[in-house]
């Protein structure tokens, strides 16, 4: 109670405004809605067509909506902490910071799974790209090339045109995967302030692709037959409880966010606005594309580029959206850097937060196991990270009765359905050879 008490001394529970002028950032209320959206946004939001299909559009919907309000309460009781840690300190707090409340070993844990979350999605989302980047030269240039480093060394070529063109279990490094690294290498070197501009760029492509195919979905005769209000059997609903909590994912870049807003910024009001506009993206993909495709597949982008009818703009529509996928990656490294950076220092952290993931990514690019074990470490750590333990921190640390209680509910729902999806992903998920 004494470390609780100092820590929330002169906070003001009715405020929703934050920030010193001493301890101001440069982001401004539509730049954490924008960071917000971009950084939610990404490969899970594809998968949710085949959730729509399998589970219904009312338990799909009451998910999403779900998982919306309790990441948004989340965020609000975060700020709390972060608030009253700028207050006591002077300073605004990282995550790495925040996981002091939770003692030495749990803020080993909590640092593990956080480093392990950003560099798998990191790798994620790299691979993803840079697939979707040779896929792109290859419809301009007619071809694509890449080195492979094992167990030869020689140079692989392919003019297949597809979002994954490359056999699978090479070894090599491709032109999209070189492309892909000079811009992100770049750019993460770079503070978040200074990745604005990309992530405009980012928001731009997004909402051109959606529009696109949405548009696409809706006017086109596919084959669709509609999708029911509700599964026809409970297995149906089980893909819900992973997708969705996991589409909304983002609080490991709250503190980030929050440390670099600018003075008097409306903090809150930015994070329920952007976990809006984000749900209301959910809803539209899912809903177009589960009620107008036969079969969604798990990434609706590949299923519409497969289709041997699809238009060029369509084509174009889905290596824009994959391409705003890439300059969020910047984002990631940023986070990875600032946290790391608690226990080696500015000039390491920055080195660790690049070599890593990249050199992961390079070994893991064109290998079929790399989505298993992607899938459980987002499964084991991703959902955890991103609010059990923030959960955790905010019971540590939150004075008031009643928030504790909302804090408490919050991590109850959402560690069930963390659990819930790793034990149904335990009996459907084949071990790969």
Known sequence: KATVSVLYCTMDENTLLIGSKKNGGTL???HLVLVSVNTMNGPALLALPSVFQSAGWMTSLFGLLA?????????SLLVDVLQASQTRNG?????????????GMGKGLA???LILSLVMLTCAQIIVTSQAMDGLIISLFGGSWAIRYYPSFNIASTNVSSLMPFPQGEYAISIGFCVNAAICIYLGKLDLKDNLVPQYFSSILTAIALVVILSFLMFSDL???????????????????????FNFAYMIAVPSMFSDTQPRVNFRGA???GIGIFFLICCSVGIAGSSNLPVAGDNILVTLYDIPWSPVIVRAAVFSYFMALLLPIPVYTILLRRNVAAYTGQSSA???SLAVPWSIACICYMQPWFGFIVNWSSLICLGFVNYTVPLCIINNSVPDKKRRVVAQVCLLLTTSGILGAIVQNMRVTPTPN
Do not use: C, H, N
């Open 350 to 352: 920055s080195f660790i």
């Open 28 to 30: 401004a209320f539509y």
């Open 91 to 103: 300073t605004r707090p990282e995550f790495s910071e925040l996981a002091d409340q939770l003692g």
């Open 67 to 75: 998982a919306a309000v309790l990441t948004g309460l989340t965020a």
């Open 111 to 113: 640092m593990g799974l």
């Open 223 to 245: 084959g669709g037959k509609g999708v029911s209000f509700f599964p026809s059997s409970i297995e149906g609903m089980s893909p819900v409880l992973g997708v969705v909590v």
């Open 271 to 273: 994070m329920w606005t």
